[in-house]
């Protein structure tokens, strides 16, 4: 870890950007869409795209405007009016985006997604080469989630982490993190008079991780966290991620032209193939097989395939094709992949030689519980919750 800006930034060489704005910079800290300041964004986009930069923009505020044009002082905890504020807030944010963008000659286009979007192969697919097509005719595609439909099963849950899956999604070399903080502190600096601004990291490093509010420290509560962590994601995909103040003056034209603002966290993480990222950005899981130490060192040192005689336990429900984590005893997930049994088949074949896999199920679909090739490795812990 570095805290010297000693390289240019890496928007200056980016070709493909996501740009993701939070909410109290695109509302005016929750008093409604600041047409103002979208402007003044716009414009700077205007430029890079007549540079012939693509461009994606993640944009949130639609709960924040929601609340605002139904006079709703504080935020709903119920799901169904965070839910109705958000399809009434998304109206004047796509508006403020088109009405500026328009003024420019540039056309823009709306994409809602949720995490089931991504999580399911087809769609996966489907909105990548929407978004491919976008970016080929010269759009601005802006994309958000679709908060109106969203249940906590489905959803990505922050913007943050959304813009990482986008950016892994067009293969971006750069997402760019506008928020209303200059950058990642090396302490909370309303608390800590010393606190520095880190200028240059690794996207990936538990140290930074630990200091945005991770393992018992800091700044957790300005949603730090989930923008360095959305940094480790976009580094799967070889994204670079630069956490800056969207206030600062001319921030996306500076960027772009070299100068480093804010935090820079580099992608130097090996990148992982298309596949193997869209089972990593599996952010729910439909459960888990627990590993003897042996087929742990298979999959991990031995580079094999998972056989059913590996697996002591089986939790969750699953189908065949799904994706589970695969646990060490103690619950840490050490990968994933897409399972060919079922949970209930699964259940009946654990500990067993393969061989015996036609006699106990009356068939055998694949040799393998889960392939090599459908398999990729991940340092997080899982997401899938015992009921
Ligand atoms: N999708 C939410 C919205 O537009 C924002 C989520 C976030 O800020 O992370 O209101």
Known sequence: MTSTATLPSAAQAAKKLVIKFGSSLVTNEGKGIDPE??????????????????????????????????GWPRRPSA?????????????????????????????????????????????????????????????????????????????????????????NLIEAETLIILT?????????????????????????????????????????????????????????????????S????????????????????RAVLPVRSARQRWLANHLRLHGRVTLDAGAIRALTQGHRSLLAIGVIAVEGDFERGDVVACVDEHGIECGRGLINYSAADTARILRQPSSRIPEILGHMSDQELIHRDNMTFVRSPTTFAPQ
């Open 79 to 167: 799901m169904y009016e965070l839910q109705a504020a958000a399809a009434v807030g998304q109206m004047g944010l796509v508006q403020a985006y088109e009405v500026a963008f328009a003024r420019h000659g540039i056309r823009t286009a709306q994409i809602l997604l949720t995490h089931e979007d991504l999580a399911d192969r087809r769609r996966y697919l489907n909105a990548r080469s929407t978004l491919y097509t976008l970016l080929a005719l010269g759009v601005i595609p802006i994309v958000n989630e679709n908060d109106t439909v969203v249940t906590d099963e489905i959803r990505v849950g922050d913007n943050d982490t959304l813009g990482a899956l986008v950016t």
């Open 37 to 70: 300041a979208v402007s003044q964004w716009v414009a700077q986009i205007a430029q890079l795209h007549a540079q012939g930069r693509q461009i994606v923009l993640v944009s949130s505020g639609a709960i924040a405007e929601g609340m605002a044009r139904l």
């Open 246 to 265: 969207g206030r600062e003056p001319g921030v996306l034209l500076r960027l772009a032209a070299g100068e480093p603002i804010g935090t820079e966290l």
């Open 180 to 244: 209303d903080q200059p950058g990642l502190y090396s302490a909370d600096p309303r608390k800590d008079p010393n606190a520095t601004l880190i200028q240059q990291g690794r996207a990936g490093d538990p140290a930074l991780e630990a200091m945005a509010g991770g393992s018992g420290s800091a700044i957790g509560t300005g949603g730090m966290l989930t923008k360095v962590l959305a940094a480790r994601r976009a580094a799967n995909s070889g994204g670079h991620t630069i956490i800056a």
